[in-house]
């Protein structure tokens, strides 16, 4: 019952992902570049035509970091503290539970 | 020797992942996002995601206070959790024979975690940072982009895994189909946003239908990294930790005996 259960979950799963890179492929071709050229993210090339379509138009962030390279920093800090934040637990969590030998709660 | 060296690995993965998400961070504007930039949707259509959003998040804040109280050890899965959905929501993916790019959302593994409401909350913690300075998404959208991303997200992830552990799927199988749904669920409901403020005088369906073909190309493929992501992360944490999972949900997550005595390693 156990292993019939895995074969017909892992079996829906296969055909889901195989129907989805049917998908993929199929409509690829159809999708038409941004005014940024080829590897624009789906913001633009969906949600801002879309937007743009029906007269609305993206407004200018609050706190405007796309000047100079200040994205380019804003992104490495983030990077940077989300990697140590993640980095941290995991150690705490997993690394440190192992190297006391035995797994506890 | 292979010994020591795949222990060594084990106990450097998270400081390899951790850098290796930092140095693709380093790659520079335009911030290729899904998020609803600031202005898309009108003042209305803006408020009206609020209302859910700020909903969920309440509760979600109220049962990360009990959890704290009551869970040992759930304050380092709400530290990963919460860093994970930050840096893979803001994680551009380029994606081939499209021509296009975007990002998983992270959420469905928070909602394995943590639970469904905390990744919620979690979510809507990762979407204001990226609202204010990464310039992902916006504040008057930050409702809209709350209830796609964070509440759907979580709450899809986390019912398709539920569902397929009860289905008896291995939980490699489940915690793909909590990524791979909760992806397309987030997208489905991003374009339900879009169209229900945008449709006009033409048809809501017309235009969701749009959208959502538009968005497929991309996050067809994007949902199957998230899956393999999510089924990824969860079977190491389970291999490692199974009674912290089995705390979050319980009868879902069966103990590994070759975990518990100590045979992980």
């Known amino acids: 019952m156990k292993s019939s259960g895995k074969i017909i979950t892992t079996g829906i799963v296969v055909v889901i992902v195989a129907l989805a890179i049917w998908g993929w492929l199929v409509l690829s071709p159809g999708v038409s570049e941004g005014a940024e050229g080829p590897w624009g993210g789906v913001d633009v090339t969906v949600i801002e035509k879309y937007a743009a379509d029906a007269g609305r138009k993206a407004r200018t962030p609050l706190i405007n970091t796309g000047q100079g390279d200040l994205l380019l920093f804003v992104f490495a800090l983030g990077g940077a503290v989300g990697g140590f934040v993640a980095g941290y637990y995991w150690r705490r969590l997993i690394v440190e539970k192992d190297e006391g030998g035995r797994v506890t709660g | ?265």
């Open chain 2, 1 to 265: 020797m292979l010994n020591k060296g795949a222990h060594w690995f084990r106990t450097h993965i998270a400081l390899a992942l951790a850098l290796a998400l930092g140095l693709l961070l380093l790659y520079p504007a335009p911030v290729y996002a899904m998020h609803i930039a600031e202005g898309i949707l009108p003042a209305n259509w803006a408020a009206v995601w609020y209302v859910p959003a700020i909903l969920f998040v309440v509760i979600g804040i109220l049962i990360i206070r009990r959890k704290t109280r009551e869970v040992r050890g759930i304050m380092p899965l709400l530290g990963i959790a919460g860093a994970a959905i930050f840096l893979v929501s803001v994680f551009p993916v380029p994606v081939p024979v499209t021509g296009s790019c975007s990002h998983p959302v992270g959420t469905p593994l928070g909602a394995i975690l943590v639970g469904p409401f905390i990744s919620t909350v979690l979510g809507a913690v990762a979407l204001l940072i990226q609202a204010l300075f990464l310039a992902h998404g916006g504040i008057s959208t930050w409702g809209a982009n709350i209830v796609s991303m964070a509440l759907v997200g979580s709450f899809v992830g986390f019912g398709a895994f539920v569902v397929f552990r009860k289905l008896n799927a291995t939980i490699f199988v489940a915690a793909f189909a909590a990524g791979l749904f909760g992806d397309w669920a987030t997208y489905a409901t991003t374009s339900f946003e879009l169209a229900s403020a945008l449709h006009g005088a033409g048809s809501l369906w017309g235009m969701f239908g749009a959208i959502t073909v538009a968005f497929a190309p991309t996050q067809l493929p994007l949902g199957i990294l998230e899956g393999l992501f999510t089924g990824g992360v969860v079977t190491l944490v389970y291999q490692r930790r199974p009674e912290l999972l089995s705390r979050i949900i319980p009868n879902v997550f069966k103990p590994v005996p070759s975990a518990i005595e100590g045979g992980s390693k």
